[in-house]
């Protein structure tokens, strides 16, 4: 019975931590979305902006449908920030960062997160990644 109480916490606990770090991973991905690249070269964001100023309601829309970034996650969003800018460029689109280049950034930088602060760094990235390598227009 206490093995089933602790998992059952356990289980309580990290859906308050997902209900808690929805808002911050929700603002990530459409971030990634409105920054992913089209086939002329803009962003998702410069089309949107173009057509907006033309007279597009829709594209009012969805470029307001944008989730603020929470006040407590800003941290994390600018720690992402700084990992991505080292991010070390592949030959076969993009990569996530590894753990050892997130070692060496709180090592150099004397950050020190937390593992859940590692794991959310790593989501982030995931959004990243996949935004950054989806095909144009897609």
């Known amino acids: 019975a206490i093995r089933r109480a602790n998992r059952q916490s356990h289980h309580r606990g990290r859906t308050f931590f997902d209900a808690l770090t929805a808002p911050l991973l929700e603002f990530a991905q459409r971030e990634f979305q ?9 962003s998702e964001r410069q089309h949107l ?21 929470p006040w407590c996650w800003q941290y994390l969003w600018h ?42 760094l790593r989501r982030i990235d995931l959004h990243f990644v996949e935004n950054a390598n989806a095909d144009p227009e897609s």
């Open 79 to 120: 720690w992402w920030q700084e990992l991505a800018a080292g991010r070390q460029g592949g030959g076969m689109g993009t990569s996530g960062l590894s753990w050892a280049e997130m070692d060496a950034w709180a090592r150099r930088t004397g950050r020190n997160p937390t593992p859940q602060e590692f794991q959310l």
């Open 49 to 69: 902006v173009a057509a907006y100023k033309q007279g597009s309601i829709q594209a009012r829309m969805q470029l307001d449908a944008q989730p603020d970034l």
């Open 34 to 42: 409105l920054g992913r690249r089209r086939k002329d070269g803009s």
